[in-house]
């Protein structure tokens, strides 16, 4: 089997070139993809618990440390005590933070109108079905290896 026939070239080098192009659009704001992720993934109305905005993200937590940093200094987002839970941060966003989420909505939003346009109803429905199977297959398999060391 060539590389390019198996289904992690093809993630790969689509999730490279997304990158990429996603970065292309937000260097322009002083963001990165990352940023624009993490901005997209905070509850505009309530906020997001910094403790659920790992998992959201697919992040540990020392690189969403650091990403929540780099947000905080460029004054895109607030972290506050949750009322709900003195022990843990509210991530809230400042009205720049919502200014940006907007122009990575849009970019987000744009790629997608681009791909409906190529795309038919059953290549959607193929791709996700795909898509999903793949993120299975990678869940039992992290739990196979998590198994191994213990």
Not at 116 to 130: A, N
Request: glycine share 6%.
């Amino acid at each position: 089997m060539k590389p390019q026939e198996t289904f992690d070239f093809q993630i790969r080098k689509s999730w490279i070139a997304l990158s990429k192009m996603y970065n292309e659009q937000v260097a322009q704001y002083g963001l990165t993809v990352a940023m624009g992720f993490a901005l997209l993934n905070i509850d505009i109305k309530k906020g997001t618990p910094s403790t659920s905005l790992g998992p959201k993200m697919g992040m540990e937590s020392t690189s969403l440390s650091r990403l929540l940093n780099s947000l905080e200094k460029q004054s895109l987002i607030s972290r506050e005590s949750n009322p709900d839970d003195g022990r843990s941060v509210l991530i809230t966003l400042t009205k720049e933070g919502l200014k940006m989420r907007n122009h990575s909505r849009q970019a987000v939003l744009d790629f997608n109108h681009q791909v409906l346009k190529e795309v038919t109803e059953d290549d959607i429905r193929g791709f996700f079905k795909v898509m999903t199977i793949v993120g299975k297959v990678v869940d039992a398999h992290r739990t196979e290896e998590m198994l191994k060391m213990t």
